[in-house]
């Protein structure tokens, strides 16, 4: 019995240290919408109303403030609120913005192939930036777009 005792505690163990760290992460920080569907409310708690929702999968927000299984965010617009953490990826995304079509090149420069445009409001998985140029991949489509044209990149 004590044979499988053992390994039990340390998996318990392993997964509280996760789960403080994930409640110990420093703030601000970047995140994505994870579900199809999520509640932003007033406040930390299903008694809040809610105030929005999002129906963007993938979406940047920053994540602001961290409170037990809550997180205030803000999104591209500027709007704040609260949604359940488990609702938010850790996954890196960004949201094309700017006026016009937004280049999307086969090399970080902008003498490189043009390779396809993105128009403002795109979504696309953000891979590494570097010198103003950020790797970007929108459903399979990848190149480099400059950074500022992306809410979602940089330092929160």
Request: charged share 25%; with cysteine; hydrophobic share 45%.
């Amino acid at each position: 019995m004590r044979w499988f005792l053992t390994p039990l505690f340390l998996l318990c163990f392993a997964m509280i240290a996760a789960t403080t760290q994930a409640q110990t992460r420093d703030v601000p920080y970047w995140a994505s919408i994870r579900a199809p569907e999520v509640n932003m409310r007033v406040g930390p708690s299903q008694d809040f109303p809610i105030e929005w929702v999002y129906k963007r999968q993938g979406l940047p927000v920053k994540v602001i403030r961290v409170q037990e299984g809550w997180r205030l965010i803000s999104d591209p617009d500027g709007a704040q609120g609260w949604v359940v953490a488990r609702l938010l990826d850790p996954e890196r995304t960004a949201l094309v913005v700017g006026e016009g079509l937004a280049a999307i090149r086969e090399a970080p420069q902008d003498p490189a192939r043009l390779k396809w445009n993105a128009q403002p409001g795109v979504v696309g998985k953000l891979g590494k930036c570097d010198a103003g140029w950020c790797e970007i991949d929108v459903q399979g489509r990848e190149g480099w777009i400059r950074e500022n044209r992306l809410w979602g990149a940089g330092e929160p």
